[in-house]
């Protein structure tokens, strides 16, 4: 049973751990009227509020770019400066406090093509006047993979291009941040990257974007491998952090989506560890931010026992390396005050 919905994930229940616990979830996106084939169709305010409020202290979150609400006419360039339009209303009404005391969409990541190289500026300046309290920088998917079955978002080689470079300087001179969504393989490109760029904020979407499916399908040992030294090489950038989560995406293989009865935070935990151990261990904490990447994620676990599972697979950090992970990494990154 494929995306089985609200009425599928409450099928397991779990009182909240440590509700008190403070929470910038710092990836998630809105939308509405998405593709058929597209779980979740609709993700707005409300969508968002049944889930941050379900249990957890989430005192803010970070909205990432996804596609939608562009505007239908105007240079090509400028279109994605609609939805940073769209997403500035919604923050705006949830920071007017009648749905509660979080702040939703607190930072909004926005997106640019880099490759415009120094015509970017004119973008940015846009995407900065839409929301001009909110606005902290882009996402820009480098996903390129021989796997046909993955959508490819960029060429082969991308962060290496000189138009890409020199776009991304632009984001530095103008101190905003970087998002980063690849495929796994392509980690070491980034690294080499990243330190061309040593003064950008770079974010790493998704633990590296780990992919089991396809032409990776039962090959884990070679997988993991190939993972743990993109990891290591990226997290050797002082300028790189790394968001713990994205793993309920099918494409990264765990099967909890088809599941009768979605899964629980302790076997999720034991299952997220190996992966997100390993990541805190080469970033350090306070390189580290848990995401809840909703609704992509949102196929294979409810919000409740996705952070539940997360505070779990912690226990063993100390409250401060905790508290960097759940929060105060997030809200450095993307310079937020809550």
Same mark, same amino acid.
């Given at each position: 049973m494929p995306f089985g919905g609200n009425d599928w994930l409450s099928l397991t229940q779990e009182p909240t751990l440590e509700p008190e616990l403070p929470i910038c979830d710092p990836h998630h996106h809105f939308w509405d009227l998405r593709p058929q084939s597209v779980p979740y169709q609709r993700y707005l305010i409300h969508e968002l509020n049944a889930d941050i409020y379900s249990g957890h202290n989430v005192r803010s979150t970070v909205f990432l770019e996804a596609r939608s609400m562009?505007?239908?006419?105007?240079?090509?360039?400028m279109r994605p400066v609609g939805e940073v339009e769209f997403v500035q209303g919604l923050a705006a009404a949830s920071a007017s406090g009648v749905y509660g005391p979080s702040r939703a969409a607190a930072a909004i990541i926005g997106r640019a093509d880099?490759?415009?190289?120094?015509?970017?500026? #004119?973008?940015?300046?846009a995407l900065q006047a839409a929301s001009p309290n909110r606005f902290r920088g882009i996402r820009h998917n480098v996903t390129w993979s021989p796997?046909?079955?993955?959508?490819?978002?960029?060429?082969?080689?991308?962060l290496a291009n000189t138009d890409f470079r020199e776009g991304a300087r632009v984001l530095?001179?103008?101190?905003?941040?970087?998002?980063?969504?690849?495929?796994?393989?392509?980690?070491?490109?980034?690294?080499d990257f990243a330190k061309a760029v040593p003064d950008l904020s770079i974010i790493l979407n998704h633990i590296?974007?780990?992919n089991r499916v396809g032409i990776y399908a039962n090959r884990d040992d070679e997988v993991m491998s190939t993972?743990?030294?993109?990891? #290591?090489?990226?997290?050797?950038?002082p300028n790189v952090t790394v968001k713990l989560g994205g793993m309920g995406m099918p494409?990264?293989?765990?099967?909890?989506?088809?599941?009768?009865?979605?899964?629980?935070?302790?076997?999720?935990?034991?299952?997220?560890?190996?992966?997100?151990?390993?990541?805190?261990?080469?970033?350090?904490?306070?390189?580290?931010?848990?995401?809840?990447?909703?609704?992509?994620?949102?196929?294979?676990?409810?919000?409740?026992?996705?952070?539940?599972?997360?505070?779990?697979?912690?226990?063993?950090?100390?409250?401060?390396?905790?508290?960097?992970?759940?929060h105060g990494t997030a809200a450095r990154i993307y310079r937020i005050n809550d």
């Open positions: 562009y505007r239908a006419d105007g240079p090509m360039e880099l490759k415009l190289a120094g015509n970017v500026g #004119a973008v940015l300046e796997d046909p079955e993955l959508e490819n978002r960029e060429t082969e080689g991308i530095t001179q103008k101190e905003l941040s970087l998002d980063v969504m690849l495929s796994f393989p392509q980690m070491p490109e980034l690294a590296g974007a780990l993972w743990r030294e993109g990891i #290591a090489a990226v997290a050797s950038c494409f990264m293989g765990f099967g909890w989506h088809a599941r009768t009865v979605p899964i629980g935070s302790e076997e999720l935990a034991e299952s997220m560890s190996p992966w997100m151990n390993y990541c805190i261990e080469q970033f350090g904490p306070e390189r580290c931010m848990f995401e809840s990447n909703f609704p992509p994620d949102k196929v294979s676990f409810s919000y409740n026992v996705m952070y539940n599972a997360f505070k779990r697979l912690s226990k063993g950090y100390s409250d401060s390396e905790r508290a960097a992970m759940f």
